[in-house]
């Protein structure tokens, strides 16, 4: 099941359910119009911004340990997304329970769901459609980067 698949009724449903669990979501919005990089660069340094969001969150830094789960991407295979892992976990004194794994959607289908929550604030940022991110709006930090004044 993914966001961009589904119909607006199926997305509104998954994303209420979503947002009844109390998350935090942690997003990276990438200003496409200005950043003159792209592929793997882009992917490893938003993923980078990402995790020191992640890291940075209280219940992660007091947590005894934790795991991290990629879906598969060429861009950050398991080895590189492992080793990414890794030193930001030890420069952020993170535990991990066990080695990042990438997997794929047969895998691990509970995956999909962050589909949903990354498809709505894809809408609202890339496209203005604010809809869909309302329901989840106050339970989402969104950090924007590659922005107008050309940093990070």
Same mark, same amino acid.
């Given at each position: ?9 199926? !997305? ?7 947002? @009844? ?5 942690? #997003? ?12 793997? @660069?882009?992917?490893? +340094?938003?993923?980078? /911004? %990402? %995790? ?22 060429? #861009?950050?295979? =398991?080895?590189?997304?492992? /080793? ?7 420069? !952020? ?13 047969? +895998? ?13 604030? =894809? /809408?609202? @940022?890339?496209? =203005?459609?604010?809809?869909?991110? /309302?329901?989840? $709006? ?8 590659? $922005? !107008?004044? =050309?940093?990070?």
């Amino acid at each position: 099941m993914k966001h961009k698949t589904s119909d607006k009724n199926v !997305r509104r449903e998954v994303l209420k359910d979503v947002a @009844y669990t109390a998350p935090k979501i942690k #997003a990276v919005v990438i200003d496409k119009s200005v950043s003159k990089t792209s592929g793997k @660069y882009l992917y490893h +340094e938003t993923t980078k /911004e %990402l %995790l020191d969001d992640v890291f940075k969150d209280r219940s992660v830094k007091n947590s005894k340990g934790i795991s991290v789960i990629f879906h598969n991407h060429t #861009a950050l295979p =398991g080895k590189t997304a492992n /080793e990414v892992v890794m030193k930001m976990a030890k420069e !952020r004194k993170i535990k991990l329970n066990k080695p990042t794994t990438s997997m794929d959607l047969k +895998e691990a289908p509970i995956l999909s769901i962050h589909d949903f929550p990354t498809g709505a604030v =894809g /809408e609202r @940022y890339e496209r =203005g459609n604010k809809k869909e991110h /309302e329901t989840i $709006q106050l339970k989402t930090k969104v950090r924007k980067i590659f $922005q !107008r004044n =050309g940093k990070k």
